[in-house]
């Protein structure tokens, strides 16, 4: 605990729990409409916009907001009106993102290290004007996903409904899908582009093995999330790990826990239900 008294430390624990706690509000949704893998896709396009930051000497995190916002859009627009399907829509994003991320990369100055630090995470090279940009957008995306739920989760649940019900369907797509870009972006230095995503979908994932209802579901999720940053950040600091990788790691290890537990509360509750179950021995039987 001594590493935590220093204050990039201290900053790498903040915008962990930060992008932890923003990341599965979002990703709730993401997994409802089956689009587990759009972080993925997104984060790929958000590279393009760090190569060309590096490129142009403008701020890397800036530019990629910008690019990875529209191309989210784009792909939103074109999957909406039907000219593509939704897996069609991801893999355009995966590989013109990429593509053109390493393309521009390479045209620029810099190092493999500092590629690295967008791809895989730098969580103790966050500044404290990084930790502000990431607290305020991070609250910004959680309030949104909190205080708009119901819509979203009808959005996501089945468009049409939405649609005959009046809510504004096209309007909270392309809000899914800016709220998308921004958390991708804004965790680029805390776990990466390649890792977001599951930061996004592990925790859902998880919290699904051991509830019913939505609203519990994200509950339970966010908690998970923060859980996953939090240790994932410990543990970094006392082995010496990549922090992005330890708080994914982390993340898988709690849906393995979290599984297996929620796998035996249900064969217990069966074997209970079972032996409580009234039997009607063979003199017992009443013919009419």
């Given at each position: ?148 739920r119901p819509a979203l ?121 079972t032996a409580t179950a ?11």
């Amino acid at each position: 605990m001594e590493l935590f008294q220093y204050p990039y430390m201290q900053r790498a624990l903040i915008g962990a729990l930060v992008i932890g706690l923003a990341a599965p509000a979002l990703g709730i949704y993401l997994v409802q409409r089956r689009l587990a893998l759009i972080g993925d896709g997104v984060g790929h396009v958000a590279l393009t916009g760090v190569g060309a930051g590096l490129l142009l000497n403008r701020s890397p995190v800036l530019v990629a907001v910008i690019v990875a916002t529209l191309g989210a859009i784009t792909i939103e627009l074109v999957r909406a009106r039907g000219r593509t399907s939704g897996d069609l829509a991801l893999a355009l994003l995966f590989y013109g993102g990429i593509a053109g991320g390493v393309m521009l990369v390479g045209l620029s100055d810099s190092t493999s290290a500092n590629l690295n630090a967008y791809l895989f995470g730098s969580l103790t090279t966050i500044s404290s004007q990084d930790l502000t940009t990431i607290a305020v957008l991070g609250a910004a995306i959680g309030v949104t996903m909190l205080a708009l739920r119901p819509a979203l989760f009808a959005v996501c649940h089945d468009e049409e409904y939405a649609r005959v019900s009046g809510l504004p369907v096209r309007t909270l797509n392309l809000l899914l899908a800016v709220a998308t870009a921004v958390t991708v972006t804004i965790a680029m230095r805390a776990v990466g582009v390649l890792l977001i995503s599951a930061l996004m979908v592990v925790p859902v994932a998880a919290a699904q093995q051991v509830t019913r209802g939505f609203r519990s579901t994200m509950a339970a999720a966010m908690a998970l999330g923060l859980f996953a940053a939090g240790s994932g950040v410990w543990v970094a600091a006392n082995a010496d790990t990549a922090p992005g990788a330890s708080v994914v790691l982390m993340a898988i290890a709690s849906f393995a826990v979290v599984a297996v537990l929620g796998a035996g509360w249900r064969v217990l509750r069966r074997r209970s239900a079972t032996a409580t179950a009234p039997s009607l021995e063979p003199h017992e039987v009443v013919l009419h």
